[in-house]
Every structure is written in C-alpha cells, then in structure tokens.
T-cell receptor, first 116, second 114 residues
Framework: GAVVSQHPSRVICKSGTSVKIECRSL??????MFWYRQFPKKSLMLMATSNEGSKATYEQGVEKDKFLINHASLTLSTLTVTSAHPEDSSFYIC????????????FGPGTRLTVL | SQQGEEDPQALSIQEGENATMNCSYK?????LQWYRQNSGRGLVHLIL?????REKHSGRLRVTLDTSKKSSSLLITASRAADTASYFCATARLGESSGDKLTFGTGTRLAVRP
C-alpha cells in the first residue's frame, strides 16, 4: 500500500527557532500534498495545499510567512515553522495524493511539535 | 472551512457489540470518506463512498450516505478491542477534484472494552 513518512516524529524547540518537517511519499509519486494541524482531541484543520513545482495554496487565516512550504519533488514536501512560539505547538500531519488515484489521501504518521 | 459534525463525540462499548457513528456535513460533496486515527498517530483511510452511492461495505465496516440529509453513518460490527481509536469523516466538496481539500468532521472517540 501507499506509504507516507514524516520526519521528525517529535521535536522540541525553543521559542524563536525554526523547525522543518519533512513529508515523503515512499512508494508513489504525489503531485499534491496537504499539510494539516491537529490540536489535542480535535479534528484536523487543513493549513495548505502543496503542489510540486509551484507555490503552496494556504487556507484562510494561515500565515504563509510563518508556515513555509516547499514541494521540490514528486516525493517530498517540507513545512518550516519559522520563529516558532508556544502557540505553534501542535500535531502536524501531512498527506499525499497519488497521481494515479486522486480519490484518496495517504497520511503520514504526524509530527508532534512542542515549543518551549 | 466549515467542519462536519460527528456524533457521538465519544462512545464506549463492550467487545462484540456494534458501534455506530454518524456524520453530518453542510456542502454538496463528491464523496465522503471515513478515517481512523490511533492516539497520537496518523490517519488510516477506511472507506470512500461516492455521492451517487447509498451504502458500501468493507469487511466489518458498513457505511451509508444520505445526500438529501447530508449525513453518513459508519457501522463497525462485532467490535474488537483493537478498534479503539478516533474515527473521522471527511468530505470532498463538489466542484473540486475528487480527493482534493478534505474537510474533516469533529471525530468520534471509540473505546471498546475487552
């Protein structure tokens, strides 16, 4: 089956630092990847849609300068949380949509970010 | 984006019993999908039902869709302790490519007691 990985799985950083999270589709090519944020015991909120070779599309209320997204290849998208603050602490999940099957998004295992 | 509502928010049942979760949404959709999430983990795709379908089965799962009421239900039969997880519905809106921009429901936390 389609596998999506995320790295790191957990990260703790100091306030003001930047953190990069990688999302990789391991056995398929994905022109589109999505980044979600999830607070404890809450649902997933779509942050942005990442398209290979073009600029990401951000959802309303998501700061594009705060959450930098790069989709440099058909198997890799990165989310960089810049100048992180404690309120950015959350569970970040990516998903990837295969070129061959646009009905289904395959989700990564998530990255737990804690900003001190 | 608006989210769908799921009920119940939490459900606790005995192993072997059936579990039913409901999802309501607000916009016209291309399809509706159900996902499972174990605590602190990513989501696993369970089943997709298209807007022109009314019922779908996959193993112990049965999903229904009523587009007139903008609602769906997920039934897990003969539940097992390993089914303990959070279950989310997600809708792909009409007018967008199938699979794009999923809008997730609020989720149901299911606990199956051994």
């Amino acid at each position: 089956g389609a596998v999506v990985s995320q790295h790191p799985s957990r990260v703790i950083c100091k306030s003001g630092t930047s953190v990069k999270i990688e999302c990789r589709s391991l056995d398929f090519q994905a022109t589109t990847m999505f980044w979600y944020r999830q607070f404890p015991k809450k649902s997933l909120m779509l942050m942005a849609t990442s398209n290979e070779g073009s600029k990401a599309t951000y959802e309303q209320g998501v700061e594009k300068d705060k959450f930098l997204i790069n989709h440099a290849s058909l198997t890799l998208s990165t989310l960089t949380v810049t100048s992180a603050h404690p309120e950015d602490s959350s569970f970040y999940i990516c998903s990837a949509m295969a070129i061959a099957n646009t009905d289904t998004q395959y989700f990564g295992p998530g990255t737990r970010l804690t900003v001190l | 984006s608006q989210q769908g509502e799921e009920d119940p928010q939490a459900l606790s049942i005995q192993e072997g019993e059936n579990a039913t979760m409901n999802c309501s949404y607000k916009t016209s959709i291309n399809n509706l999908q159900w996902y499972r999430q174990n605590s602190g983990r990513g989501l696993v795709h369970l089943i997709l039902i298209r807007s022109n379908e009314r019922e779908k089965h996959s193993g112990r799962l049965r999903v229904t869709l009523d587009t007139s009421k903008k609602s769906s239900s997920l039934l897990i039969t003969a539940s097992r302790a390993a089914d303990t997880a959070s279950y989310f519905c997600a809708t792909a809106r009409l007018g967008e490519s199938s699979g794009d921009k999923l809008t997730f429901g609020t989720g149901t936390r299911l606990a199956v007691r051994p």
